[in-house]
């Protein structure tokens, strides 16, 4: 079941017993993820083919924030990932326009200015930002193979990523609905380049087909697993060193509390 709320967060600490989530499944280890990239890309389809196996094609854009789980089993542990889902472009440049309206109309020159309106909500945004990114360990960032603006807009992207996100945060560079060969507009090619000079995880995939979305998936998992595993290996090592008083465990993986004000909704993607 998807939800759409607006959202507070506070940190979640990995505790030495298994999480308990959804109808009280257990899980060794529970990864915030995120869906990046412009309107109509197909996250929403990504996510609901992923933690659902489902399809559709009537999708409506997102509004707020979307997020699923679903177990996944490597070796011996099983990680729970939670997947959220944002509006894409639409999160970019919000003008208070009411605000700007009634500036006008009003002429409240020593109460307010165009200058004023537009901090206020480049304020909002960067909140809104910080609370998406906080705790994530893995982003998907997605682009429609059959429009090259959303491919030019990657750049932009991974520049919100790296000021907002964790800096070891796994990134899984996604070119969507491969399925539609004759309206290509950005070769395979240069999604791989585009990739490899950004050090990024590369792959094509088709919600609609069902084409490569489980491997982007658990691509992106099984690399925050490893980087995971590794931190922990690390501050074991360190813990077993003599003179370290005050010294504690690392935090390898951070969730969030939610508070909801739920409302329902999804995105018009393909």
Same mark, same amino acid.
């Given at each position: 079941m998807f939800l759409t709320l607006y959202i507070q967060h506070q940190p979640f600490q990995k505790k030495?017993?298994?999480?308990?989530?959804?109808?009280?499944?257990?899980?060794?280890?529970?990864?915030?993820?995120?869906?990046?990239?412009?309107?109509?890309?197909?996250? $929403?389809?990504?996510? $609901?083919?992923?933690?659902?196996?489902?399809?559709?094609?009537?999708?409506? #854009?997102?509004?707020?924030?979307?997020?699923?789980?679903?177990?996944?089993?490597?070796?011996?542990?099983?990680?729970?990932?939670?997947?959220?889902?944002?509006?894409?472009?639409?999160?970019?440049?919000?003008?208070?326009? $009411?605000?700007?309206?009634?500036?006008?109309?009003?002429?409240?020159?020593?109460?307010?200015?165009?200058?004023?309106?537009?901090?206020?909500?480049?304020?909002?945004?960067?909140?809104?930002?910080?609370?998406?990114?906080?705790g994530a360990l893995g982003a998907m960032l997605v682009y429609d193979i059959?429009?090259?603006?959303?491919?030019?807009?990657?750049?932009?992207?991974?520049?919100?990523?790296?000021?907002?996100?964790? #800096?070891?945060?796994?990134?899984?560079?996604?070119?969507?609905?491969?399925?539609?060969?004759?309206?290509?507009?950005v070769e395979v090619e240069d999604g791989q380049k585009l990739a490899e000079v950004e050090k990024l995880c590369f792959l094509e995939t088709s919600a609609k087909e069902n084409l490569n979305v489980e491997d982007a998936f658990l691509q992106m998992i099984t690399k925050i697993y490893k980087i995971a595993s590794q931190k922990s290996l690390e501050a074991k090592n360190i813990a077993s060193k003599p003179n370290l008083d005050g010294w504690k465990e690392i935090q390898v993986v951070d969730e969030v509390a939610i508070k909801q004000n739920v409302c329902c909704t999804s995105e018009n993607n393909i």
């Open positions: 030495k017993h298994k999480y308990k989530h959804m109808a009280d499944e257990e899980c060794d280890y529970l990864f915030k993820t995120v869906l990046i990239g412009d309107s109509a890309v197909g996250k $929403s389809n990504l996510l $609901s083919r992923f933690a659902k196996d489902e399809f559709h094609l009537d999708t409506k #854009p997102t509004i707020g924030v979307e997020f699923a789980y679903r177990n996944t089993k490597l070796g011996d542990k099983i990680i729970k990932a939670q997947i959220w889902d944002t509006a894409g472009q639409e999160r970019y440049v919000q003008i208070n326009f $009411s605000s700007f309206l009634s500036f006008l109309h009003l002429h409240i020159l020593l109460e307010t200015t165009i200058n004023n309106i537009f901090e206020t909500d480049s304020y909002r945004f960067r909140a809104i930002t910080n609370s998406y990114y906080r059959t429009r090259n603006e959303t491919f030019e807009n990657v750049r932009k992207w991974l520049q919100e990523l790296r000021e907002f996100g964790d #800096p070891d945060m796994v990134i899984v560079l996604v070119g969507n609905k491969s399925d539609l060969v004759d309206l290509r507009e």
